[in-house]
Nanobody, 121 residues
Framework: QVQLMESGGGLVQAGGSLRLSCAAS????????MGWYRQPPGKQRELVAA???????NYQDSVKGRFTISRDNAKNTVYLQMNSLKPEDTAVYYC???????????????WGQGTQVTVSS
């Protein structure tokens, strides 16, 4: 069974930085795209950043130039470096990845449990 363990959330002042980590464990044949989503209070979950297996990245416009997504394929881990944080970045951040558990099996999406990021003004 694939499990995602997130860490690195917390409370930070505006202008500060945080680094989120998400480590995947369990039996997996291959991992495709990995990403971070967030759900601000009272709003829907939204994509923050994603990175393909080859390293191509895409970002939500509001975080471009401030956030950086990266991955360590040897450790099955994805990171989100968040700089110049703003109060509007406050949300629960979720890790997501697509993986096959067998060579011919379907690619499925897996989610972490979420980590709270709170940015005070």
């Amino acid at each position: 069974q694939v499990q995602l363990m997130e860490s690195g959330g917390g409370l930070v002042q505006a202008g500060g930085s945080l680094r989120l980590s998400c480590a995947a464990s369990g039996s997996m044949f291959s991992i495709g795209e990995m990403g971070w989503y967030r759900q601000p209070p009272g709003k829907q979950r939204e994509l923050v950043a994603a990175i393909s297996s080859s390293g191509s990245t895409n970002y939500q416009d509001s975080v471009k130039g401030r956030f950086t997504i990266s991955r360590d394929n040897a450790k099955n881990t994805v990171y989100l470096q968040m700089n110049s944080l703003k109060p509007e970045d406050t949300a629960v951040y979720y890790c997501n990845l697509n993986a096959r558990v067998t060579p011919l099996g379907p690619r499925r999406a897996y989610w972490g449990q979420g980590t709270q990021v709170t940015v005070s003004s």
